[in-house]
C-alpha cells in the first residue's frame, strides 16, 4: 500500500516536472516574440516620425490650402 502510494507521488512529480519545464520553454519563447515586436514597433514608430518630420519641412505655416 504504501509502496503504491510513493510510486503515484513519484509518478506525479516526475509529471509536473515535465510540465513545469514546457512551460518555461513557452514562456521564453513568448518573451523572445515580445522583444522583438517591440523592436518592430519602435523602428515603425520612427520611421513614422521622421515622415511626419520630412512632410512637415515642406510647408510653412501660414501657406494657403491649394484650393484657394
Known amino acids: 500500500m504504501i509502496e503504491e502510494r510513493l510510486v503515484n507521488i513519484e509518478t506525479k512529480i516526475t509529471f509536473q516536472e515535465d510540465l513545469i519545464e514546457e512551460l518555461n520553454k513557452t514562456v521564453y519563447q513568448q518573451q523572445q516574440k515580445l522583444d522583438r515586436l517591440e523592436a518592430i514597433c ?22 494657403r490650402p491649394p484650393h484657394y
Open 42 to 63: 519602435t523602428t515603425l514608430s520612427r520611421h513614422i516620425q521622421s515622415l511626419a518630420e520630412a512632410g512637415n519641412e515642406g510647408k510653412s505655416a501660414n501657406e
